[in-house]
Structure formats: C-alpha cells, structure tokens
C-alpha cells in the first residue's frame, strides 16, 4: 500500500474526484493567494444556518487537509447518515486555507517519502522524525547540539531534511520559489533547512498571527529580535519572514495577508446575513479543544454579557466534541476504558486576544479551533504511529464532529437555557464556577442521552426488550 501523504497536487486530485461525485459543490473561490493559488471553497446541505470547516492554516499542519478531506469523503460515500445534519446546515469546507505553505511543506516531505513508497516504510520515516523532534525538544539534546560543530545551531528535525532548500520547488511555482529566495538571501540567520515547517504563506506570514491585535507588531517595529520559545524552534527568529510564526512583514508594514482576509471576509460575509452557526478551525498537534473567547482588546467594544454567552455556547461545543474524540483505545492494566481516559482536553485557560482566530471568536458565534493530532512533530510526527494514534485521530474526529453537528440544536437551547440560569447567578463574572455549573448540566444532558439512545435501541429491537 502507497503512503497516505497527501501531497498539494494529490490533495488536489481527490478534491476535483470528491467534486466529481456531486455531493459537495465547488463554489468560487475565496480568492488567491499573492503567487496566484485558489483558495478553494466547497458547499453541502441545504440548511439555513452555515458552518466552516477549515484545514491547513498552517501550512504545515498536514493531517488537518487530510482529515478535512476525510470528512467530505464521508459525507460523500455516506449521505444517508449525515441526511439530517445536511438538512439543517449547510457547511463550507475549506481544505487548504493557506495552499502556499500546504505546496512548500509537501513538497520538502515528498523528498523523503516519494509518493510511491509503501506506507510501512513511510512509517518508519515519521516515527524516526517524530522521535527526533521529540529530543529537540530536551535540554540535553539542546545543549549537545549547540557544542556540536556540525550541526551549526541545526535542530535533529531540521537535520533529517538537509539538502532540502527553495531549489526544490519547481518551476511551475516559481513565483514561490522566488520569494523564498529572497527570504533566505535577506534574512541569513534562517535555518536553511526548514521547508518542512513551513507554517506560514509564501510570503513567509504566518496566516494565524497576522492579526493586528497581535502585541509582537509593535516589538518587531521597534526592531526587537524575537526567537520562538521551544527549544525545537529557538533557532527561528519570527521578527522576519520565516517558516512560523511571523506575523508580517516589517519592511513593508502592516498587511492583511490574503488568506487572512479570505477567512475573514467568509466568516463576517455569513454573520451579517446571519448565517454563521459556527467556525471549526483544525490544528494539527496536541488533542486539544480551544473554546474560551480571549480579554477583549480595548479597540473593540463588546458587551460582558455578549462574552458570557459566548463562554458558554463555546464550552458546552467544546465538551460535546471532546466527548466523542480519544487517543487511545483498548482496556488498561486496572481495567479502565482507555477511549474514556484520553478524551480531549478542553482548554480553559484565560488568554489575551493575540491571533486571527481570537478575533474571530470575539466577533463571531461558536468558535472552536481544534488540535487533532495526539502526537506530535509537525509536518510527519502525527504519521508516525498510523494503527495507533493516526487511526484514532481521524476516526473519533469524524464520530465528534458528526455527533456535534448531530445535537448542536440541542445543546445551543441548552446553552442558551444556560445563559439565562447563569446570568441571575452573583458570581457569574467567576469562570471556573460557571464551568462548574456547566459541567453538571452537561453530564445530566450526556446521562439522558445515553438512557434514550438505549430507549430508541429497544424500540427498534422490542423483541429482545420485553
Ligand atoms: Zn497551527
């Protein structure tokens, strides 16, 4: 069996088959990106209320693309089981929002896994990969390498793709060929072999933190140098353009990257027709759920009470998503249920409003972004262990994203019945004790569920009931 990377022009490929099938719709485009990429954009359902679904915003993160896809094959090959959810809704995915870092990250990984190499041997590419960037990640490892005359401030990950530069891109693109060119030639402190990672746009903005509200713009114009904090990155300065994290590009001023607008124009096209039910933004690594809206920056007037319904739709979301989603599977050693035990981790965690999607979560309805990978190591890490932890990525995503959009009438009413408990409740300005009460509601909800999905079961099997 070939390898189930899915480069640009395959990702591509399957899109126009799944198209073909006549299911999902291609509509017009979200634009193109600045060296003439389509920012595709499909369609499903028939319904009122409209939700997006987007992948690869980092360019890097390549099992969103893949999962995405996924998706709309399912609802493809499957129509019966999503007839309802399509009747109420009508989704947009896009696949690849940023298809400039989508192309320059898989190219760089085709490199090494051709696309015909059997997906045993791929594995094993990943796992050693995944591995390496693991160690990066260690004091240890971090110090031999600096010591090390050979490695030159290379990180192991960085190493694995050595002799993979710019050149690699062919002439097809060479628009983005160019303009890394003049990255690496203006900016030598790159590391050079750092395609793989590529996060950000062609441009070498990073898509998610080319927000205005992002507080690195003023450091960065004030011509402060500031390096990415993990240890795997350290050797990454994101005050220029670069694989991740650079949210604009100094010499030139501020700008809204192309994809930033696309995203954004989409998202607030919908809302004022008011249509926008909810944005789910996938990520790649962690198997984590982010839901709580961000400090509100000062710039932007929104009511308190706007933001407590926000908090509460958003978790409740959250904890009917990661309900559904585990890493694992099997019994342990103390006879525990490992899919009950690895379920997702939904963050609570205040933060500031620093990224395009903290806005957007502001601004718009049910927003959640979503890590699906448990392992780690982008672009190949989450490749590592495919029966494992790819196998139950893919899988439990699917089954939480179509039980959520399955009961999101239902538990949007809950939420807003929520809200109106909460907002009589004294402390309701104490996140964690409106969590709490959340919880309660939710486990009474999940309890009740549980009993009339067993109800429904005896109704269609009474003989076995009575
Ligand atoms: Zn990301």
Not at 21 to 47: A, D, N, P, Q
Not at 162 to 182: A, H, V
Not at 242 to 254: A, L, Q, R, T
Not at 365 to 391: A, C, F, Q, R, V
């Amino acid at each position: 069996m070939k390898n189930n990377i899915l480069d640009y022009e395959l990702a591509e490929e399957i899109l126009q088959k799944i198209k073909e099938k006549g299911i999902i719709k291609e509509i017009e485009s979200l634009g193109k990106t600045e060296h003439g990429l389509l920012i595709r954009h499909y369609v499903v359902g028939t319904g009122n209320e409209d939700i997006v679904i987007t992948g690869a915003t980092h360019g890097s993160e390549i099992i969103t693309t893949d999962f995405v896809i996924r998706l709309m094959k399912n609802i493809s090959i499957k129509k019966e089981q999503w007839e309802d959810i399509l009747k109420n809704f009508k989704i947009h995915f896009i696949p690849i929002l940023n298809p400039e870092g989508y192309l320059i990250t898989t190219l760089a990984i085709r490199k090494l896994i051709p696309k015909d190499m059997p997906q045993v041997e791929a594995e094993k590419i990943c796992k050693r990969y995944y591995n390496l960037y693991k160690q990066d990640d260690t004091e240890e490892i971090a110090q031999q390498l600096e010591e090390h005359e050979e490695f030159k401030g290379l990180k192991r990950h960085q190493e694995m793709f050595k002799g993979i530069d710019y050149n690699i891109i062919p002439d097809k693109y060479k628009s983005i060929r160019d303009s890394l060119k003049e990255i690496f030639d203006k900016y030598p402190d790159l590391p050079r072999w750092c395609l793989h990672t590529w996060s950000a746009n062609g441009n070498g903005i990073d898509i998610q933190a080319n927000c205005k509200y992002n507080p690195k713009i003023s450091q960065i114009l004030q011509n402060e140098s500031i390096f990415m904090n993990s240890l795997r990155h350290n050797n990454i300065n994101i005050s220029h353009p670069g694989p991740i994290n650079c949210p604009f590009d100094k010499e030139k001023g501020f700008k809204t990257e192309n994809e930033t607008e696309a995203i954004s124009n989409l998202l607030e096209t919908l809302n004022k027709q008011g249509k926008l039910f909810a944005y789910i933004n996938y990520h790649s690594t962690g198997g984590f759920v982010f839901q709580r809206p961000p400090i509100v920056p000062d710039e932007l007037s929104i009511f308190q009470d706007e933001i407590l319904k926000k908090e509460i739709k958003n978790n409740m979301f959250a904890k009917l998503y990661s309900n559904k989603t585990y890493k694992n599977i099997g019994i342990d050693e103390n006879g525990n249920d490992k899919k009950q035990m690895s379920r997702y981790i939904i963050k609570t965690q205040s933060s500031n409003a620093t990224s395009s999607n903290d806005i957007f979560r502001i601004m718009y309805p049910i927003d959640l972004l979503i890590e699906l990978s448990g392992m780690g190591g982008n672009p190949i890490g989450p490749y590592g262990d495919i029966k494992g932890n790819y196998t139950n990525a893919i899988k439990s995503n699917l089954e939480a994203i179509k039980d959520t959009l399955k009961l999101a009438g239902i538990i949007k009413m809950i939420s807003e019945s929520t809200y109106k408990f909460i907002d009589k409740f004294k402390d309701k300005e104490n996140y964690s004790k409106v969590i709490e009460i959340q919880d309660m509601i939710f486990d009474e909800f999940i309890k009740r569920k549980k009993q009339l999905e067993i109800n429904l079961d005896c109704d269609e099997e009474s003989q076995y009931c009575r």
